[in-house]
């Protein structure tokens, strides 16, 4: 009954590669979020969508492309991996009308090598 | 702009209390939120208050905020070694997507 779970939890991977992230929530949410944690601990926003729409973009590469086939998934594609990709990877949901609390799946582990 | 600052590194006994400190730029911020990281695991949300409110208290939590000079706490009575982590500081502003901003986080070392 995990309320956002993202997979893969860790990830390895060569550079150059091209790789995805998943991640559901089941808490009927309309908002959902990709945040990148660096190895200094420092957290950022990536992206947001309100039902399925792109609301924040930030300062990002264009090798991320967040996907949102519906409310519920918000996935992210990264091409062409570089070493700095290395992070961790949060994805975040809330409800936008409801005081704007704002839950955190358990991150995912990415190393490019 | 967006900055929100805490500082780096508090140790703490266990029993005693713990207040982390966290200042934030942002009048317009809407709400501000403890977040609490232990080693390997994700963001677990703590509590949260809203910019219209000066204090929350939820069981050994209590969280304070001075809007006038932008300053927010969070209090953590009778601290326990499972209360070790990193504990980040973030603001939201609805009219910004309500996107988070975070501080760069309060290592907490509690010791026996």
């Known amino acids: 009954d995990t309320a956002v779970s993202q997979t893969p939890k860790y990830l390895v991977t060569q550079m150059g590669n091209d790789k995805s992230i998943k991640c559901e929530q089941n808490?009927?949410?309309?908002?959902m979020y990709w945040y990148k944690q660096d190895s200094k601990k420092f957290l950022k926003i990536m992206f947001s969508y309100n039902n399925k729409e792109l609301i924040i973009n930030e300062t990002v590469p264009n090798r991320f492309s967040p996907k949102s086939p519906d409310k519920a998934h918000l996935n992210l594609h990264i091409n062409s991996l570089e070493l700095g990709d290395s992070a961790v990877y949060f994805c975040?949901?809330?409800?936008?009308?409801?005081?704007?609390?704002?839950?955190f799946g358990e991150g995912s582990w990415l190393t490019v090598v | 702009g967006e900055d929100v600052e805490q500082s780096l590194f508090l140790s703490v006994r266990e029993g005693d209390s713990s207040v982390i400190n966290c200042t934030y730029t942002?009048?317009?911020?809407?709400?501000l939120y403890w977040y609490k990281q232990e080693p390997g695991a994700g963001l677990q949300l703590l509590t949260y208050?809203?910019?219209?409110?000066d204090m929350k208290q939820d069981q050994r939590l209590t969280v304070l905020l001075n809007k006038k000079d932008k300053h927010l706490s969070l209090r953590i009575a009778d601290t326990q070694t499972g209360d070790s982590a990193i504990y980040f500081c973030?603001?939201?502003?609805?009219?910004?997507?309500?996107?988070?901003?975070f501080g760069g986080g309060t290592r907490v070392l509690v010791k026996p």
């Open positions: 975040a949901s809330s409800q936008r009308s409801a005081g704007n609390t704002i839950y």
């Open positions: 208050i809203f910019s219209n409110m």
């Open positions: 973030a603001e939201s502003m609805t009219a910004a997507g309500n996107k988070l901003t």
């Open positions: 942002d009048s317009s911020s809407t709400y």
């Open positions: 808490l009927g949410h309309d908002t």
